[in-house]
């Protein structure tokens, strides 16, 4: 696609319900990363895709968040349980040649939890 | 822990004067240097990216970069109201790994 696609561009849930949030990158970008920013935050770093190696982890901030990226394409960030405080902007980007020229961000789902 | 520090504003400038916005990074060893513009309620915009010690310039954006202070900056010139919006630095450790972010600068143009 032209850009980064995002989708749901707004979610609001019940506290404790699981919520899927989907990415799909700029076709032929190998790389796909997953951060959030709380209002008035910075970035934080979520889970990060390169090709077909593992990916990496390290920012995923509890165990009842998990993402996978099926064909090496499309993402999905999954929250279990969601709590009041995963209430946040969640950003994706995609980039060509592993981040090492900048990120292109998708528009981010804006995630509520009451 | 690997940091990119940044003063949170606001930074306020007249319009059509010079905005200046600095960033410093903590990973000596670190490879690629970003800009990024972030209008409220928007995603993160790439304007800027530097490898190398020195100035690049794109229109009215310079990117200055000094490895050895672990400095980066950013200069606006001729700054517009439609530059106000917070600029992001980020810092790319080493080739292939995720990029940092640091907190962000509010710049407000004043017309």
């Known amino acids: 696609g032209a850009g980064v696609s995002q989708s749901p561009s707004n979610k609001v849930t019940e506290k404790g319900k699981d919520v899927e949030l989907r990415c799909d990158p700029i076709?032929?970008?190998?790389?796909l990363y997953w951060y959030r920013q709380s209002l008035g935050q910075g970035l934080e770093f979520l889970i990060y895709?390169?090709?077909?190696?593992?990916?990496?982890k390290s920012g995923l901030p509890s165990d009842r968040f998990s993402a996978e990226r099926t064909g090496g394409s499309v993402s999905t960030l999954t929250i279990q349980r969601t709590q009041q405080e995963d209430s946040a902007v969640y950003l994706c980007?995609?980039?060509?040649?592993?981040?090492?020229?900048?990120?292109?961000f998708g528009s981010g789902t804006r995630l509520t939890v009451v | 822990q690997k940091e990119v520090e940044q003063n949170s504003g606001p930074l306020s400038v007249p319009e059509g004067a010079i905005a200046s916005l600095n960033c410093t990074y903590s990973d000596r060893g670190s490879q690629s240097f970003f800009w990024y513009r972030q209008y409220s309620g928007k995603s993160p915009e790439l304007i800027m990216f530097?490898?190398?010690?020195g100035d690049k310039e794109d229109g009215r954006f310079t990117a200055q970069l000094n490895k050895a202070s672990q400095y980066v900056s950013l200069l606006i010139r001729d700054s517009q109201p439609s530059d106000s919006a917070t600029y992001l630095c980020a810092v790319n450790p080493r080739r292939d790994d995720k990029i940092i972010f640091g907190k962000g600068t509010r710049l407000h143009i004043l017309p």
């Open positions: 076709s032929g970008h190998t790389a």
């Open positions: 530097i490898y190398s010690n």
């Open positions: 895709f390169q090709g077909n190696s593992a990916p990496d």
């Open positions: 980007a995609s980039s060509q040649h592993q981040g090492n020229d900048g990120y292109t």
